[in-house]
């Protein structure tokens, strides 16, 4: 005759398959990466797919800021444009309270410096601080009043091209803020703006020293 099996060995017997139960569940939870709350450590594979997904933006180049530079090209009407997609920089006539004169694109006006020599700039580091080269990366080009064939260009040390107007290498001033300002005009008794001839502009201006 059997006996009355014994409550705490039924439930023993009961509690074993339920404890078995519980530690695949577990185990299946640490191969599947963790979970949804990200309590646990990622797997390997998750690891490697966060990896894999994070890897073009690390071969991504700096964005350039557009203008930027340095040097001689700083205040280039072409800006950081090099390479095949940069848009041609030129060299126009505005009228300003010296006359008509040459600028660039932007209406900034153009200067020479009277210590040049023909088609060959002068200015040194120091002075290019003051006077930045006017410079392009694409080809220049002469609208308005100016006249196409004074317009070139000379290589400067630094392997930038300076726009040439006739004998004059041309820059900007950095004192001048807005298009038409002609503040550096006389500057030192050196400095001066351009005609569409290619002439400085000195008549009935008072040079400043």
């Known amino acids: 005759m059997r006996g009355t099996p014994h409550p705490a060995r039924t439930r023993s017997l009961l509690a074993a398959p339920l404890i078995a139960l519980a530690l695949l569940g577990a185990t299946g939870c640490e191969d599947s990466g963790g979970s949804g ?5 990622a797997s390997p594979s998750a690891r490697q797919r966060d990896a894999g997904a994070a890897a073009p933006g690390a071969d991504a180049p700096a964005a350039t800021e557009p203008g930027s530079g340095s040097g001689a090209g700083a205040g280039s ?3 950081s444009g090099a390479g095949s997609g940069a848009a041609p920089a030129s060299v126009t006539t505005a009228e300003s309270d010296l006359g008509s004169i040459l600028v660039d694109s932007n209406g900034r006006t153009l200067y020479a410096f009277t210590k040049d020599k023909p088609g060959t700039a002068t200015c040194d580091a120091d002075c290019i601080a003051v006077w930045p080269a006017f410079t392009s990366a694409a080809e220049l080009t002469a609208t308005g009043t100016a006249d196409p064939a004074l317009l070139g260009e000379t290589r400067l040390g630094e392997g930038a091209d300076q ?16 298009p038409g300002d002609v503040n550096g005009q006389g500057l030192d008794g050196e400095w001066f703006a351009v005609a569409a001839d290619g002439t400085l502009v000195k008549d009935g201006v008072e040079t400043v020293a």
């Open 37 to 41: 709350y990200g309590a646990g450590p």
């Open 163 to 178: 726009a040439v107007y006739g004998d004059w290498p041309l820059y900007y001033y950095v004192g001048d803020v807005l």
């Open 77 to 79: 009407d072409a800006g």
